[in-house]
């Protein structure tokens, strides 16, 4: 890489000299998560060696078997957060109700994370993420689920992921575009190596867990049907590529264009994935980016949050091709 390096330390400092304003304590808070994913990616690297693959023995509260990692994760993000004074409140997939964590003075953010999306991939050595939302506080005081925790994802006022990956890489927006970060694993710094990112208007892959495809809606199973056809003047056929975590599916869209979706079928009636800390953080990112994310009838960033759990249909991506979905889907009969 020519010249010096823009750590993200660096980038943070330097945000409201650049006019990318941030408020008081996001960029320690930011700092903090990033610290938390350098310690995970090690410890995902050496998890076969340290005798930390396999499942945990638990259960999570959306009645998935945990994995070793996913406590270790879990543990690891909520000490690095609460060490920084800044969250009240942490919302974990990992965790039955959301952990109070601090009420007054600096603790200003809700911090909403699944530490580690993706876990079924851990035994297989294939990529995994963290996510994270941060929220500011509805107000001072202890913290009061529905006034701080059911939110709209754009209330958000910073989103993210790390995806441990060949690299790691560390992908975040304030509300002023998205900005990718590569661990130097020598130095132990996140480098600037994805500045401004767009995503694009359209692309050439679709991924989708198509072992569902026969209970999908009649429109979802068509919008398939369309994007396997041949029509090279509309890039079609588009390639299938599903790796399975979220965070990876999405950063493919993210860089080279082309869209996620994990609709409603028979065994998720809502979808499988869980608004506050997987649909919401990366809806506010990839619309950041220039791209799009909904329900298929809803803009993700309106939804607001029912309960710290829930689950609501995704479709995420280039914008041209989200649009797409969500015509077919209106065209139901
Ligand atoms: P975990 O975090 O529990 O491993 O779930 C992963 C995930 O929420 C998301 O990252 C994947 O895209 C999706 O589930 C995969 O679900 P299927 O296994 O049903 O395709």
């Keep these: 890489m020519k010249g010096a390096a823009i750590t993200l330390d ?4 330097e945000a409201d000299g650049q006019g990318r304003d941030l408020p008081e304590g996001l960029a320690a808070l930011l700092s903090a998560l990033a610290g938390a994913s350098k310690i995970l990616a090690r410890q995902v690297r050496r998890a076969a060696l340290s005798g930390s693959l396999g499942y945990s023995g638990g259960v999570n509260v959306t009645g998935d078997s945990q994995k070793k990692l996913d406590v ?3 543990e690891t993000v909520l000490e690095a957060v609460a060490s920084t004074g800044l969250v009240a409140a942490v919302v974990s997939e990992e965790l039955k109700g959301a952990k109070a964590l ?3 003075g600096e603790a200003r953010y809700i911090l909403c994370t699944d530490p580690l999306d993706g876990s079924s991939n851990t035994d297989i050595n294939g990529a995994v993420g963290t996510i994270f939302g941060i929220y500011p506080r509805a107000a001072d005081g202890p913290v009061d689920e529905v006034r701080d925790l059911l939110r709209r994802g754009s209330e958000q006022i910073a989103a993210g992921y790390v995806m441990y990956g060949p690299a790691t ?6 509300g002023d575009g998205v900005f990718g970060f590569t661990l130097d694993e020598d130095a132990g710094t996140f480098v600037l ?17 198509l072992g569902h495809l026969k209970e999908w809606r009649p429109g979802i199973r068509k919008f398939v049907e369309h994007l396997t056809e041949r029509d090279p003047s509309t890039g079609r056929p588009y390639s ?13 869209g993210l860089i080279e264009g082309g869209l996620y979706f994990y609709p409603a079928d028979e065994g998720h009636a809502n979808g ?5 800390y997987e649909c919401a953080p990366l809806a506010f990112v990839v619309e950041q980016a220039g791209g799009r994310a909904s329900t298929g009838a809803q803009r993700i960033l309106e939804v607001r949050a029912e309960s710290i759990h829930q689950r609501v249909p995704l479709v995420i991506g280039s914008a041209l091709d989200v649009e ?5 889907m209106r065209r139901e009969p």
């Excluded at 660096?10 to 400092?13: E, I, P, Q, T």
């Excluded at 299938?240 to 493919?252: F, K, Q, S």
């Design 10 to 13: 660096r980038h943070l400092r």
């Design 169 to 174: 890489v560390l992908v975040y927006t304030a």
């Design 324 to 328: 797409l979905y969500e015509t077919f």
């Design 102 to 104: 601090a009420d007054q």
């Design 272 to 276: 499988k994935l869980r608004l506050l």
């Design 240 to 252: 299938l590529r599903y790796v399975g975590a979220l965070v990876a599916d999405l950063h493919r």
């Design 72 to 74: 270790i994760a879990n």
């Design 193 to 209: 190596t994805h500045d401004r990112i767009r995503c694009p208007s359209r692309g050439h892959y679709y991924s989708a867990n």
